[in-house]
């Protein structure tokens, strides 16, 4: 570089590419002012596999380079990086050889860099150390520095801090505690004995009271009161997202913060749903309750549309992927019950409506149709009311008697070819979500001893894991596969979501407990039984959450299940978080194909 103007031009093309745009520019312009240009032929190697790093690192400003792993016959080819991509940045997390050969695929120009000059910088910019980051290991917990914090984030107790908590003794009247809530506006008044909550009011125990006559109204307030649904209480360290999920598990419209948590410690604040408003865009709550009151087809269709948009917004970083899925599995579930009641469930038998495949591991956040399965006959009509309810490819439910269920899966577990269990997998997947549960129980106990008695069942599903593969890189705007197929569009549904769902099902199964489980859960569990592949189990579930975040909202963006995502659509950030993440679902498949772990289960 000979003149004054070459730093600040290599600057200009550094800034376009991570982790360099976060950088400013004087750091890179005194970066580049100590670089150097190489220019390589076609075949030519640039480093070779577990050979030391030298003192310089590259970054590719044209070309392309693939990456192969000679300790295979033949040499497997891992990757292939063009203009913009980082050569040797694994040094940066720790690696001292090089983890694969590097030959030219074209006549290729470097910019050369000394690491020493570099690792200042990966310390002084944040988001840069974690894209660098990403080149070791998959983490779905990235996310843009300086945004506001989001319910995930929010402890409650700062958003209810200036909102002294109404209350009055137990023994106070309740035209006392009436006037309370009338001249306050507040829409629940706890009843205190010192500083410990007893019980807890609200202003619809009163209209109730009212609407039954109102007897005596000098009686103590604390008549009014339910024994059977104790105040539902949270700890100061609750967050906002915590409070939502506890308010819709328990149907309640109020919680009550304590100063630990329990019902016998000191109170705090209550928080209704309105108090919860400002964290939010929208009012998840809200959007529940009006769900479970919605007069007809059409406006559970419209709360339905809003609900995926409150998503979408919301679905700002993989980290939020767990609440906002539990949140989304309760709207799914009070449509679902909402559409029984509005079509008409004239069925003399017990039904027990189930989910099943993504939306049984609590996994569908789109307007994607959940897969509903019935114990018992189903309504003619819920799939015609599905999509009337605003959702997208609904099937017809797959139904049958408890006895014809547990033929069902005797069938595939016993007769795994002639059944065809390959088409049935997202079966065992199976969770109840409305109706009797004990003939879940039934059932669930029937599968769990025919897979007892039938262990070899396991191992076919285990090898059947292997169908699926990722793809092998990002390269140029391209998906490539294995096979070398090049495509614009990234199949995340088969080729991610699949083999991870796939395996951490057979890691399932084989610790005795089939249905029901999010492919999270599943992956926790595996690390508790086989804790030797601790890292294993646990960079998928990171790259599970990754994954299912990107197709959430691809899908909640284009109105579509999300099976598919548009490569432009993915940053060359998310790019690599999820390049790292094929990595790990390899690294997966290998360990599950052998089926020698299934013995230590």
């Known amino acids: ?174 035209q006392e505690a009436a006037t309370l809530l009338s001249q306050s506006g507040a829409q629940a008044l706890a009843l205190t004995e010192g500083s410990e909550l007893t019980a807890l009011i609200t202003a619809a125990d009163i209209l109730a009271w009212v609407a039954a006559g109102a007897p005596d109204p000098a009686q103590p307030v604390r008549n009014l009161a339910n024994p059977a649904a104790p105040p539902v209480t949270v700890s100061p360290g609750a967050l906002v997202s915590d409070c939502v999920l506890a308010m819709a598990e328990s149907g309640s419209s109020v919680v009550v913060l304590t100063s630990d948590g329990t019902a016998r410690s000191a109170l705090q604040a209550t928080v209704t749903a309105a108090s919860l408003a400002p964290a939010f865009g929208d009012h998840p709550v809200a959007i529940l309750r009006e769900i479970a009151t919605a007069p007809s087809l059409e406006a559970l269709r419209n709360l339905n549309l809003r609900c995926r948009a409150w998503l979408l917004r919301s679905l700002t970083d993989p980290a939020a992927l767990e609440w906002l899925a539990a949140w989304a599995d309760g709207v799914n579930r009070a449509i679902l019950a909402r559409l029984v009641q509005l079509i008409g469930n004239n069925e003399p038998t017990p039904q027990l409506f189930c989910f099943y495949g993504a939306a049984g591991r609590q996994e569908l956040l789109t307007a994607l149709a959940p897969r509903i399965a019935v114990i018992g006959d189903a309504p003619a009509s819920l799939e015609s009311a599905l999509a009337e309810a605003g959702f997208l490819s609904p099937e017809a439910p797959v139904a049958a008697t408890l006895d014809g269920w547990k033929e069902r899966f005797s069938g595939w577990i016993g007769r795994p070819i002639q059944t065809r269990v390959y088409a049935s997998r997202p079966l065992f997947d199976l969770r109840p979500v409305h109706g009797p549960a004990n003939l879940f129980a039934e059932l669930e106990a029937h599968v769990r001893a025919e897979l007892t008695a039938t262990p070899r069942f396991q191992h076919l599903l285990a090898n059947d894991c292997l169908s699926s593969l990722p793809p092998l890189t990002f390269f140029r705007d391209l998906v490539v596969e294995g096979t070398g197929e090049e495509t614009d569009v990234f199949r ?46 646990r960079e998928a579930a990171e790259s599970m ?41 390899h690294s997966l498949l290998e360990f599950t194909a052998p089926c020698e772990w299934l013995e230590g289960l």
């Open 492 to 537: 995340v549904e088969s080729s991610a979501l699949q083999p991870l769902a796939d395996v951490a099902r057979v890691l399932c199964l084989g610790a005795g407990s089939p249905l029901g489980a999010s492919t999270a859960q599943r992956f926790h569990r595996a690390r508790l039984l086989l804790p030797d592949q601790e890292a294993i189990f």
């Open 1 to 174: 570089m000979q003149t004054a103007a070459i730093p600040y031009r290599v600057a200009d093309f550094l800034k376009q590419h991570p982790p360099f745009q976060f950088m400013d520019e004087v750091d890179l312009v005194g970066l580049a002012a100590r670089g150097r240009v190489r220019f390589h032929d076609i075949g030519e190697y640039i480093c070779w596999q577990s050979a030391t790093y030298t003192p310089l690192f590259f970054v590719i400003q044209q070309g392309s380079v693939a990456f192969w792993d000679e300790s295979t016959d033949p040499a497997t080819l891992r990757d292939i990086l063009g203009s913009g991509d980082c050569i040797g940045i694994e040094r940066f997390n720790g690696a001292t050889v090089s983890p694969h050969s590097a030959r030219t695929t074209s006549e290729v120009v470097l910019y050369a860099f000394q690491a020493a000059d570099f690792a200042p910088l990966i310390e002084k910019y944040p988001e840069a150390a974690q894209y660098v980051a990403a080149h070791a290991t998959v983490t779905a917990g990235y996310a843009a520095p300086g945004e506001a914090l989001h319910p995930h984030q929010t402890f409650v107790a700062d958003v209810v801090r200036d909102r002294a908590p109404l209350h009055c003794p137990p023994s106070a009247s309740i």
């Open 545 to 585: 959450r990754l994954v299912l975040f990107h197709q959430a909202r691809a899908g909640l963006r284009m109105n579509t299940g999300g099976a598919e995502i548009p490569l432009a659509l993915l940053s060359r950030h998310d790019r690599q978080m999820l390049k790292s993440g094929f990595r790990s679902i």
